[in-house]
């Protein structure tokens, strides 16, 4: 005789937590639980990770276009997007306006 269990949102999401590699799995079996996530698809931004052509990261100055792109896999897949830092210094700073901003300068 097999045996049932009943499974709330919140038990699936903190498990999803507690378990990143086991976040799409979860998501597969319970897609309703992840409606209305507070993440983005940044995936599903120009060229799925590679956000600047290799022609418009030249005009900006950078050696490629690696220098800023959507993190393409690991806990922060598709979340986050990656900072390349070779050769370069990133910093978070507010404005005179009190908006946030990403700074960019070479080490």
Same mark, same amino acid.
């Given at each position: 005789?097999?045996?049932?269990?009943?499974?709330?949102?919140?038990?699936?999401?903190? #498990?999803?937590?507690?378990?990143?590699?086991?976040? @799409?799995?979860?998501?597969?079996? =319970?897609?309703?639980?992840?409606? !209305?996530? /507070?993440?983005?698809?940044?995936?599903?931004?120009?060229?799925?990770?590679?956000?600047?052509?290799?022609?418009?990261?030249?005009?900006?100055?950078?050696?490629?276009? #690696?220098?800023?792109?959507?993190?393409?896999?690991? @806990?922060?897949?598709?979340?986050? =997007?990656?900072?390349?830092?070779? !050769?370069? /210094?990133?910093?978070?700073?507010?404005?005179?306006?009190?908006?946030?901003?990403?700074?960019?300068?070479?080490?």
């Amino acid at each position: 005789m097999s045996e049932k269990y009943e499974v709330t949102k919140e038990a699936i999401l903190a #498990m999803a937590e507690k378990c990143p590699e086991a976040k @799409e799995v979860l998501r597969v079996g =319970f897609p309703q639980a992840f409606e !209305g996530e /507070k993440t983005f698809d940044l995936l599903k931004l120009k060229n799925r990770h590679q956000l600047f052509t290799t022609e418009e990261a030249h005009r900006a100055g950078f050696n490629n276009s #690696m220098f800023f792109q959507v993190r393409g896999h690991g @806990e922060y897949e598709g979340i986050a =997007f990656y900072l390349q830092e070779a !050769g370069l /210094k990133w910093t978070l700073v507010r404005d005179k306006d009190d908006a946030l901003c990403l700074t960019v300068e070479r080490k």
